[in-house]
C-alpha cells in the first residue's frame, strides 16, 4: 500500500482551468448479466465524467467487459494487481487508501477496460485534477457498494457488463403539464369564486340579509394584520419542519389527508349538484341528505386513503397526489376572500420575501449549503436527511422516514419511465403555494369584475399575467438548471398587470380599499364616480 501521490505545483496553474470540466458529471447504466445456468441481467446506476471518457448512447453500441471484483484490495500499487492479471476486465475497487485517480492508473498498466469505484455512501461523481494522471485514459466510474453486493447475490461471480449513457430528450414535456395545471387551476378557482360572489349579490333582497352576509365576509376577510400573521406562521413551520422533520411530517400528511378529502368533495359536490338524476335523499337528524352524496363522501375518503396507504409507491401515487393537490388548491381559491387589492399586495409581498428568503439565502446559513425550501418540498432523499434536528450524513439508503411533504404537485419527467430510472427518479414539482397565493389575487380580481361589472377586464388579465410569470420562471429554470422560486416572477407579473388595469381604467382607489358591498354606497373619486352607484342598484343590474 503506497501512499497518496502529491500534486505538483505545476497542477495548481491549471486548477482553474479544469474546475468546470470536472465538476460536471452525468448518470450511466451499467448493464449486468450473469454467465452462468441462468443467464439473467439487471440494470445499475453509475456516475461518470463525461469530460473524460466517452460513453456509448445505446446498449447495442456498448463495450461488453468481464466483471472483476477487487474490493478487498486497496490497488495502490502495481503489486496489487492479482496474479490471474486484469487484462480487458472491469475492475471494482474500494473507495479509500489512495488517490482513485492513483488506482486507475495502476489498472490501466494491468490493462483493465474500467475501474469502477464503489462507495458505501451517497454515490457522487468523479472529480479531481486529473492534470497529474494525464495518462490516465480508461473509464473511471462510480457505483454504490450495495449494487455491487446485489450483483453478487443475483448474478453470481461470473458477471459481464455493459456501461452505456443514455441520451437525455431535449423537450421537456413537464413544464407543458405543469404550466397548463397551474395556469387551470388559477383560472377555475377564480372563476368559481366569481359565480358565488354573483350568487350571493343576487341573493341579497333586503337590509337584514345584507347585514348578515357582511358579518359572514367579515369573518371569512383576511385582514392586513391577519395577513401578516399568517406570513409569520408559515416562516414559524417552516423552521419546524426543517428542524423536526422526523416527526412533523407525519401531522402535515394527517392534515393533507383530511383538507384534500374534504377538497375533493366540495369540488365534485358542486359538480353533481348539476345533474339532475339521482337527486333521492334520506331522512336523518331532522335533515334531508341526498343518497349520491354518502357515496360521494366515501368515494372522496378512498381515494385519500388508497394515496394515505401507498404514498410512497413512486410508480402511480404522484397522480393521487396530483388529483388531491388541484383540488386542495381549487377549494382555497374559492373559499378564503382578500377583501381589497392593499391585503392583496401585503400577503403576496411578503410571500414573494419568504419565498426568496427560504429558497436564496439559506443556502448561506444551512450546514450542507442546501436550501430550506428546496428540501422540504422534494424531501429527504437526495444527500442528507433529518435526524433529531440535525443534518447528518446519509447512506445510499436514507433510514425511515424516508417521507415527503405532500405541499407540491408532481409530475414525471420521460427519464421516469427509461431504464434510467434505476439511478433517480426525475420529477418536475411545483408548490401549492406558487397556485393558491396568486390564485386569491385573480380570485379578488373576478369577484372585483362581479362587482362593478367590468366585463371580466381584471380576471383575464391576472390570468394571463399568470401564464406569462409561469413562462418566466421555466425560461430562468432552464438557463440556470436550478430550481426558482415561482413566486419571484409569478408576484410581480400579476400585481403589475393588476395595478396598470386599475390604473388605465381610472379605478385604482376603489381597487384597492375593495368594491365589497358595504363600500359601493360610498363615490369614489374616478371618473367612474360621476353617476355614483349603491349596492342595492348594482344587484339589480346584475
Known amino acids: 500500500?503506497?501512499?497518496?501521490?502529491?500534486?505538483?505545483?505545476?497542477?495548481?496553474?491549471?486548477?482553474?482551468?479544469?474546475?468546470?470540466?470536472?465538476?460536471?458529471?452525468?448518470?450511466?447504466?451499467?448493464?449486468?448479466?450473469?454467465?452462468?445456468?441462468?443467464?439473467?441481467?439487471?440494470?445499475?446506476?453509475?456516475?461518470?465524467?463525461?469530460?473524460?471518457?466517452?460513453?456509448?448512447?445505446?446498449?447495442?453500441?456498448?463495450?461488453?467487459?468481464?466483471?472483476?471484483?477487487?474490493?478487498?484490495?486497496?490497488?495502490?500499487?502495481?503489486?496489487?494487481?492479482?496474479?490471474?492479471?486484469?487484462?480487458?476486465?472491469?475492475?471494482?475497487?474500494?473507495?479509500?487508501?489512495?488517490?482513485?485517480?492513483?488506482?486507475?492508473?495502476?489498472?490501466?498498466?494491468?490493462?483493465?477496460?474500467?475501474?469502477?469505484?464503489?462507495?458505501?455512501?451517497?454515490?457522487?461523481?468523479?472529480?479531481?485534477?486529473?492534470s497529474?494522471?494525464?495518462?490516465?485514459?480508461?473509464?473511471?466510474?462510480?457505483?454504490?457498494?450495495?449494487?455491487?453486493?446485489?450483483?453478487?447475490?443475483?448474478?453470481?461471480?461470473?458477471?459481464?457488463?455493459?456501461?452505456?449513457?443514455?441520451?437525455?430528450?431535449?423537450?421537456?414535456?413537464?413544464?407543458?403539464?405543469?404550466?397548463?395545471?397551474?395556469?387551470?387551476?388559477?383560472?377555475?378557482?377564480?372563476?368559481?369564486?366569481?359565480?358565488?360572489?354573483?350568487?350571493?349579490?343576487?341573493?341579497?333582497?333586503?337590509?337584514?340579509?345584507?347585514e348578515m352576509r357582511r358579518k359572514k365576509e367579515e369573518y371569512l376577510t383576511f385582514s392586513p394584520s391577519t395577513v401578516v400573521l399568517f406570513v409569520v406562521m408559515c416562516c414559524v413551520i417552516m423552521v419546524l419542519l426543517y428542524f423536526f422533520y422526523k416527526w412533523l411530517v407525519y401531522v402535515m400528511i394527517a392534515i393533507f389527508c383530511i383538507a384534500s378529502a374534504m377538497s375533493l368533495y366540495n369540488c365534485l359536490a358542486a359538480l353533481i349538484c348539476m345533474i339532475p338524476y339521482g337527486q333521492c335523499a334520506i331522512a336523518c337528524c331532522g335533515k334531508s341528505i341526498e343518497v349520491r352524496r354518502i357515496f360521494l363522501s366515501g368515494l372522496c375518503i378512498a381515494v385519500t386513503a388508497v394515496w394515505a396507504v401507498f404514498r410512497n409507491e413512486d410508480r402511480w401515487a404522484w397522480i393521487l397526489q396530483d388529483i388531491l393537490g388541484i383540488a386542495f388548491c381549487l377549494n382555497l381559491i374559492k373559499t378564503l376572500k382578500l377583501p381589497n387589492f392593499k391585503s392583496c399586495v401585503i400577503l403576496l409581498g411578503l410571500l414573494l420575501l419568504y419565498d426568496v428568503f427560504f429558497v436564496f439565502i439559506t443556502p448561506f446559513i444551512t450546514k450542507n449549503g442546501e436550501s430550506i425550501m428546496i428540501e422540504l418540498a422534494a424531501g429527504p432523499f437526495g444527500n442528507n436527511e433529518k435526524n433529531d434536528g440535525n443534518l447528518v450524513e446519509a447512506t445510499a439508503q436514507p433510514s425511515a422516514p424516508h417521507e415527503k411533504l405532500p405541499v407540491v404537485l408532481k409530475v414525471p419527467k420521460l427519464a421516469y419511465f427509461s431504464v434510467m430510472s434505476v439511478c433517480v427518479m426525475p420529477v418536475s414539482i411545483l408548490g401549492f403555494g406558487d397556485i393558491i397565493v396568486p390564485g386569491l389575487l385573480i380570485a379578488y380580481c373576478r369577484r372585483f369584475d362581479e362587482q362593478t361589472g367590468s366585463s371580466s377586464i381584471y380576471y383575464v388579465s391576472s390570468t394571463i399575467a399568470y401564464a406569462v410569470g409561469m413562462i418566466l420562471t421555466f425560461v430562468v429554470l432552464v438557463l440556470m438548471k436550478k430550481g426558482q422560486p415561482a413566486l419571484l416572477y409569478l408576484v410581480p407579473c400579476t400585481l403589475i398587470t393588476a395595478s396598470v388595469v386599475a390604473w388605465r381604467r381610472k379605478e385604482m382607489k376603489k381597487f384597492w380599499k375593495g368594491s365589497s358591498y358595504q363600500m359601493m354606497d360610498q363615490p369614489d373619486d374616478a371618473t367612474n364616480e360621476e353617476n355614483p352607484v349603491n349596492a342595492g342598484e348594482q344587484i339589480v343590474q346584475q
Open 1 to 130: 500500500m503506497g501512499p497518496q501521490r502529491p500534486l505538483p505545483s505545476a497542477a495548481v496553474a491549471l486548477l482553474w482551468g479544469f474546475l468546470l470540466r470536472l465538476t460536471a458529471a452525468q448518470e450511466a447504466i451499467l448493464h449486468a448479466s450473469g454467465n452462468g445456468t441462468t443467464l439473467r441481467s439487471k440494470d445499475y446506476c453509475m456516475f461518470y465524467n463525461p469530460h473524460w471518457t466517452t460513453l456509448s448512447s445505446t446498449l447495442e453500441n456498448a463495450t461488453s467487459s468481464s466483471l472483476m471484483n477487487l474490493t478487498s484490495i486497496p490497488l495502490c500499487n502495481v503489486s496489487d494487481i492479482p496474479p490471474d492479471g486484469i487484462k480487458n476486465k472491469a475492475v471494482v475497487v474500494q473507495w479509500g487508501s489512495c488517490h482513485f485517480l492513483e488506482k486507475a492508473r495502476i489498472a490501466q498498466r494491468g490493462g483493465a477496460e474500467a475501474l469502477l469505484v464503489a462507495n458505501n455512501s451517497v454515490l457522487f461523481p468523479p472529480s479531481g485534477n486529473k
Open 132 to 210: 497529474e494522471f494525464y495518462d490516465v485514459e480508461i473509464l473511471i466510474a462510480f457505483i454504490s457498494h450495495k449494487d455491487v453486493k446485489d450483483m453478487k447475490q443475483t448474478l453470481g461471480d461470473n458477471i459481464t457488463v455493459k456501461m452505456y449513457s443514455p441520451s437525455w430528450p431535449n423537450f421537456d414535456y413537464t413544464m407543458v403539464v405543469i404550466f397548463a395545471i397551474a395556469v387551470f387551476t388559477v383560472a377555475l378557482g377564480g372563476y368559481w369564486s366569481g359565480l358565488i360572489e354573483l350568487e350571493n349579490m343576487k341573493a341579497m333582497t333586503n337590509t337584514e340579509d345584507r
